[in-house]
């Protein structure tokens, strides 16, 4: 399973760093593949996080250049293309995650939506994760972007989409 984690790559709140880098850990954990946009803020916190439980990390950069990855990425992907490479990082996901963000985590948000991925946002640090936490984005499709508050809430809407991914695989 790969799951992306989405969020502002200038995040400067300790708490929020911290809760990337457990969701981080626990991900790895239950050997799920991170995938972020490969930089810093939310995506460097949450590839340290993996790192440190042994798990392997993604990272599709906007840019040409492979040194623009946090130092926490196993797979750098350097893209060329800017902004569109949300729309890659959506795709690569079986389910995305955004904590907090700004401008460039609502449209991952907005790819995964038109993707029909499965999206859970987390509440308590603000951004567009906080806005649409609970809702839809628009009336294309029937579910909500659930919405969690606490690491574990997030680890236990993983875990079911995990073991439904299994159901259909078998």
């Known amino acids: 399973m790969t799951v992306a984690i989405i969020g502002d790559s ?3 709140n300790a708490d929020e760093l911290l809760f990337a880098e457990k969701l981080g850990e626990e991900l ?3 050997g799920v593949v991170v995938v972020t946009g490969g930089r810093g803020g ?3 916190a949450v590839c340290r996080g993996a790192k440190k439980a042994g798990g ?3 990272g599709i950069l906007p840019g040409f250049d492979k040194n623009e990855a ?8 350097p893209t060329g293309i800017g902004w569109a490479r949300n729309q890659i990082v959506a795709l690569m996901a079986d389910l ?11 449209s991952e948000l907005a790819y995964a939506w038109m993707y029909n991925k499965p999206i859970v946002a987390v509440k308590g640090f603000g951004g567009w994760s906080e806005k649409l936490a609970g809702s839809k984005i628009d009336d294309r499709r029937n579910d909500i972007i659930h919405s969690a508050a606490r690491v574990e809430d997030v ?6 989409f995990k073991k439904q991914m299994e159901k259909l695989d078998s």
């Not at 946090?70 to 992907?77: L, R, S, Y």
């Not at 995305?96 to 609502?106: D, F, M």
């Not at 680890?155 to 079911?160: A, G, T």
Request: aromatic fraction near 2%.
């Open 96 to 106: 995305v995650i955004a904590i907090g963000g700004r401008s460039g985590t609502l």
């Open 70 to 77: 946090n130092e926490f990425v196993d797979i750098v992907i």
């Open 56 to 58: 392997i990390t993604v």
């Open 155 to 160: 680890i236990e809407i993983v875990e079911k």
């Open 10 to 12: 200038e995040a400067t």
């Open 28 to 30: 790895a954990r239950m």
């Open 42 to 44: 939310i995506m460097e």
